[in-house]
T-cell receptor, first 114, second 113 residues
Framework: NAGVTQTPKFRILKIGQSMTLQCTQD?????MYWYRQDPGMGLKLIYYSVGAGITDKGEVPNGYNVSRSTTEDFPLRLELAAPSQTSVYFCASSRDRVMGYGYTFGSGTRLTVV | KQEVTQIPAALSVPEGENLVLNCSFTDSAIYNLQWFRQDPGKGLTSLLLIQSSQREQTSGRLNASLDKSSGRSTLYIAASQPGDSATYLC????????????FGQGTTLQVKP
């Protein structure tokens, strides 16, 4: 079982460049999430999705966009990268919407914007 | 606004010691609280989940307690081992949210042989 797969694992971007962080899960979970983790901090929610075609903003959505065309994939798009977006990005999926059971995290994408 | 705080930020103990990690949250209206483990360069692994109606959960050498009225949770690790070295994060799901976790900043634990 692959679980939640994120690519790439590392990336360096120049200010103003754009990129897409890929996230795929093979557990048929409806609920998917993107979090970012800054050094010494907990994770903050960027966007989430409760099913294909449905997305919504989290705590820190500015500078990001998402789409959910299939159950498996939930890519995160960074437009016009800024140094403040230097962070580790985690994708996660869950089986249950409210109770939080079956939360599975990817191994993360470490992004540096210079 | 729900805020989650973990104290201490870092902890270093000798092998074999019993230890307690603390987590506090400002809004007692939660569905559940989870403790996660994060190893360097890796994702998060769920350790224990406590429903709002429960007081504690146990898994092996780990015991997590929840006191909603005081907004506190503790993670007790018995007979610590070097393999327990990691960052431990607590997170809550609010009653008004849909599966969204609100995280504390984590406690980084080092267990010395």
């Amino acid at each position: 079982n692959a679980g939640v797969t994120q690519t790439p694992k590392f990336r360096i971007l120049k200010i103003g460049q754009s990129m897409t962080l890929q996230c795929t899960q093979d557990m048929n979970h409806n609920y998917m999430y993107w979090y970012r983790q800054d050094p010494g901090m907990g994770l903050k929610l960027i966007y989430y999705s409760v099913g294909a075609g449905i997305t919504d903003k989290g705590e820190v959505p500015n500078g990001y966009n998402v789409s959910r065309s299939t159950t498996e994939d939930f890519p995160l798009r960074l437009e016009l990268a800024a140094p403040s977006q230097t962070s580790v990005y985690f994708c996660a999926s869950s089986r249950d919407r409210v109770m939080g059971y079956g939360y599975t995290f990817g191994s993360g994408t470490r992004l540096t914007v210079v | 606004k729900q805020e989650v705080t973990q104290i201490p930020a870092a902890l270093s103990v000798p092998e074999g010691e019993n230890l307690v990690l603390n987590c506090s949250f400002t809004d007692s209206a939660i569905y559940n609280l989870q403790w996660f483990r994060q190893d360097p360069g890796k994702g998060l692994t769920s350790l224990l989940l406590i429903q709002s109606s429960q007081r504690e959960q146990t898994s092996g050498r780990l015991n997590a307690s929840l006191d909603k009225s005081s907004g506190r949770s503790t993670l007790y690790i018995a007979a610590s081992q070097p393999g327990d070295s990691a960052t431990y994060l607590c997170a809550v799901i609010r009653q008004s949210n849909t599966g969204k976790l609100i995280f504390g900043q984590g406690t980084t634990l080092q267990v010395k042989p």
